[in-house]
């Protein structure tokens, strides 16, 4: 089965960078999209960042406004992993962020299909 097991958070200063890692089994990782979501307390789920992999090999790279700029995606399929770069972080980055899996191989935008159980990002002085 599907799973998708991330790591990487913790509790850091305002303008601290973190590196989030969410490692893939159960499926042909290098097939499918991979995204970031995160989860403030009192707030919905909200996309955070998104990579596709196109079946010419090539990929792209989302990222929602809030985090342009700071934040970069990246994969590298020979480890089945997906990492979450969080450079200058802010309070407002506080949350539990999520990886998941895109429901269609090569398809970006899709929608997902299956998710981790998330890792806490704290960012206080």
């Known amino acids: 089965q599907v799973q998708l097991v991330e790591s990487g958070g913790g509790l850091v200063q305002p303008g601290e960078s973190l590196r989030l890692s969410c490692v893939a089994s159960?499926?042909?990782?290098?097939?499918?999209?991979m995204y970031w979501y995160r989860q403030a307390p009192g707030k919905e789920r909200e996309f955070v960042s998104g990579?596709?992999?196109?079946?010419?090999?090539?990929?792209?790279?989302y990222y929602a406004d809030s985090v342009k700029g700071r934040f970069a995606i990246s994969r590298d399929n020979a480890k089945n992993t997906v990492y979450l770069q969080m450079n200058m972080l802010i309070p407002e980055d506080t949350a539990v962020y999520s990886c998941?899996?895109?429901?269609?191989?090569?398809?970006?935008?899709?929608?997902?299909?299956?998710w981790g159980q998330g890792t806490q990002v704290t960012v206080s002085s």
């Open positions: 159960g499926f042909t990782f290098g097939t499918h999209p």
């Open positions: 990579i596709s992999f196109n079946s010419d090999g090539s990929h792209g790279t």
């Open positions: 998941a899996k895109g429901a269609y191989a090569y398809i970006y935008g899709r929608g997902t299909d299956s």
